[in-house]
C-alpha cells in the first residue's frame, strides 16, 4: 500500500505545464557513442583552469527538428562520474531562418525574448558514460521551427569533473557553435572569430518521465546519506524514494520543492553548524519516516492525469543524527523528478 500517494499532485498542481506530441529529436542523431570529443563548454578537470569558465552558443537549423515542447536537454559524456559547475545557465531563443550561421558577437544571436532555462549553482551532476545525460532544466521551451533556427547559449564557471568523469562530451560536425573560455570575470563579447562546425550533440527532450540524481550529501554517524529511485514517474504508475546509510532508529524527513534554482539554492547548512551540509531545495512539503535499522523507503503513486505531463520537481532527504554534527542534521544528495506521458 502506499503511504501518501497525493505527495506528487500537490506539489505539481501549483505549477504550469503543457503536453507535447514528441519524446526525445536528437540533433543530429540518436547515438550517444559516436562522435568527437570537446571540452567546450562542459569544462575538463577542476585543476585546469582553461576551461573552467566558458561561454558556447549553438545553432541549431530548424531542418532537423519538428515542433517540440522541451522539457529538457540530453548530453552524451565520454567517461561516467561527477561533474561540477560552480553556476551553469542556459537560455534558448529563436532566430530567422534567414540567419544560418552564427553572429560572432554573441548578443547578436539572442533577442529580448531569451528565455532562461536553467540557472543553478554549486551543482554536482552525475553522468554516465556513452549514454544521454539530462542536465535538468527548470523551465521548459516550445520551439516552433517554422519560426526559425534553435540558438542555445550556455555560460559556466567554475566547470569541470570532481570525481571520474574526465570531461569530455560528444560532438558532431553538422551543427555550428561558437565560444570562448579561459576569461576570468566575465566572458568577452565575441567568441571565437569563425564559428565552427563542431557543437556537441543534443538530446532534446520532450514529455519523458525521469526520475534522476544530483548533488552529494554530507557525513553522518552512519556514513553519507543516499538517495536512489525505483520505478517510474511516468503518469498511472509508481516510484519509490530510498534512502540508505542513515543513522538507526531515528527519523528522515523527504523534503519535496518546486525550484532549486540560484541564486537561493543551495544553502550551505555549515554556518548552522552542520558542515558540508546543502539545502539543496525549497522545502514546499515534507514527509517524515522512520529510518529503522538505517534505512527507509517512500514509495508514491503518480496521478493518472495528463496535465501533470513535463512538470518537475526536486527532493532531499534530512536525517536527525544528533552525533553527526552541532546542528544535530545531516542531509542526502539531491533528486529530479519529471513527470512523462
Known amino acids: 500500500m502506499f503511504v501518501k500517494p497525493i505527495v506528487a499532485a500537490l506539489l505539481l498542481a501549483g505549477m504550469v505545464g503543457a503536453q507535447a506530441s514528441a519524446t526525445s529529436i536528437y540533433i543530429p542523431d540518436s547515438s550517444p557513442v559516436t562522435g568527437s570529443l570537446e571540452l567546450i563548454p562542459m569544462g575538463q578537470g577542476q585543476s585546469s583552469t582553461t576551461y573552467q569558465n566558458q561561454r558556447y552558443q549553438a545553432l541549431i537549423p530548424r531542418s532537423l527538428a519538428n515542433t517540440i515542447l522541451i522539457n529538457d536537454l540530453g548530453f552524451a559524456a565520454s ?77 559556466v564557471r567554475g566547470a569541470g569533473a570532481l570525481l571520474g568523469n574526465s570531461g569530455g562530451f560528444r ?49 553522518g554517524t552512519s556514513g553519507i546519506p543516499t538517495m536512489t529511485f ?14 540508505s546509510q542513515a543513522v538507526p ?9 518546486g525550484s532549486n534554482a540560484a541564486p537561493t539554492f543551495p544553502i550551505d547548512l555549515s554556518p548552522m553548524g552542520a558542515a558540508g551540509c546543502k539545502l ?20 508514491l503513486q503518480v496521478p493518472l492525469d495528463t496535465t501533470l505531463v513535463g512538470l518537475r520537481m526536486w527532493n532531499q532527504v534530512f536525517v536527525f543524527d544528533k552525533s553527526a554534527n552541532k546542528l544535530g542534521i545531516v542531509t542526502s544528495n539531491c533528486g529530479r523528478i519529471r513527470v512523462g506521458s
Request: proline residues 5%; glycine residues 8%.
Open 230 to 243: 525505483s520505478g517510474s514517474a511516468q503518469i498511472g504508475k509508481s516510484f519509490s524514494i530510498h534512502l
Open 249 to 257: 532508529g531515528s527519523i528522515a524527513v523527504y523534503v519535496f520543492g
Open 79 to 155: 567517461t561516467s562520474g561527477l561533474h561540477h559547475f560552480d553556476s551553469i545557465v542556459i537560455k534558448m531563443d529563436i532566430v530567422p531562418s534567414t540567419q544560418t550561421a552564427l553572429d560572432p558577437t554573441f548578443s547578436k544571436n539572442l533577442s529580448t525574448k531569451a528565455v532562461t532555462v536553467l540557472h543553478v549553482r554549486n551543482y554536482d551532476w552525475h553522468v554516465k558514460k556513452d549514454q544521454w545525460n539530462r542536465i535538468g532544466l527548470q523551465r521548459d521551451y516550445f520551439w516552433v521551427p517554422k519560426q526559425g533556427n534553435l540558438v542555445i547559449d550556455i555560460e
Open 280 to 299: 539543496y531545495v525549497s522545502p514546499d512539503i515534507q514527509f517524515p519516516v522512520a529510518t529503522g535499522t538505517g534505512s527507509s523507503v517512500l514509495p
Open 171 to 219: 560532438a558532431s560536425d553538422k551543427v555550428e557553435r561558437l565560444y570562448a573560455h579561459g576569461w576570468k570575470t566575465s566572458p568577452p563579447a565575441q567568441g571565437n572569430t569563425t564559428p565552427s562546425m563542431a557543437a556537441l550533440k543534443l538530446e532534446l527532450v520532450s514529455t519523458d518521465a525521469e526520475t534522476s540524481l544530483l548533488g552529494q550529501g554530507c557525513s
